[in-house]
């Protein structure tokens, strides 16, 4: 068995239970700012995956819509599997992350090196939606 992602999600707020379930607030794939760069005050990305036994690295990427990365500086953390196959939650909180410019950027979970799973989240500007049309 490979690596297999069950879902992967960005929301504003996770509760993890004592069981380990989640519970989710507010889960999005758009944000929309009216003036950058633009500073979104907390969100959460979170994976729901199953690994094979053994030690794996994993890491969140954020790309910008030109491809450059935004999380740079986070390291990839460990995580020992006892049972292949069994679930485990990936959540990771970002506080005050700015978003240079609008466009689509790409949040990535690497495992091992390896991409395992990306979602896209559109980034624009509020008010260019709000304007009227121009004839």
Known sequence: ?????????????VITSQDGSLS?????SDLGFTSFPA???RFFVVFI?????GQHQVQVAILDPGG???LSDVQPATLDVELPG????LVMDLNNFAFPRPGIYQVQLLVDGRLAHAMTLRVHNVEEQLAPARA
């Open 86 to 89: 069994a679930e485990s939650n």
């Open 49 to 53: 995956l199953s690994l094979d036994q």
């Open 68 to 70: 450059s990365a935004l």
């Open 39 to 41: 500073t979104y005050p």
């Open 1 to 13: 068995m490979a690596t297999s992602v069950r879902t992967g999600l960005l929301c504003d707020y």
């Open 24 to 28: 989710l607030v507010h889960i999005f």
